[in-house]
């Protein structure tokens, strides 16, 4: 994985949502913190909606392509901006926690449906 400067990162971005009508933004392989960051805070300042989070996290190598220290980031800056969450098996996996039944992945869906509610209500998005 090579590193992308956040700055570097928010001009991108403040260049192309000047410019350019965006319908729909797709969030995935994002690397470490400072960039979360910065993709929140543009996103955030554009009031970009809707907004897909499918977060890279594990290439299919199994080499992390997220840094540890990022996941939280992830959660507490991207999440409540997206509209629409996916994950992968591999990610899941990564973590130790791919669902692997019907069922299992019914909790999952579930799990995560009430913790967006929950920040839904705290007023977070």
């Known amino acids: 994985m090579f590193p992308i400067a956040p700055a570097f990162v928010r001009d991108q971005l403040d260049v192309l949502l000047s410019d350019v009508r965006i319908d729909a933004t797709k969030i995935g392989m994002v690397g470490q913190a400072p960039v979360i960051q910065a993709v929140a805070e543009r996103l955030a300042h554009w009031a970009v909606t809707p907004v897909v989070l499918d977060p890279v996290m594990v290439a299919k190598s199994g080499d992390p392509l997220l840094d540890k220290s990022a996941v939280g980031a992830l959660r507490e800056a991207l999440l409540p901006l997206a509209n629409v969450i996916t994950r992968t098996f591999r990610a899941a996996a990564a973590?130790?926690?791919?669902?692997?039944?019907?069922?299992?992945?019914?909790?999952?869906?579930?799990?995560?449906r009430r913790l967006m509610r929950g920040m839904a209500r705290a007023g977070c998005c």
């Not at 973590?95 to 995560?112: I, Q």
């Open 95 to 112: 973590r130790g926690a791919a669902p692997e039944t019907v069922r299992e992945m019914t909790r999952a869906a579930e799990k995560l």
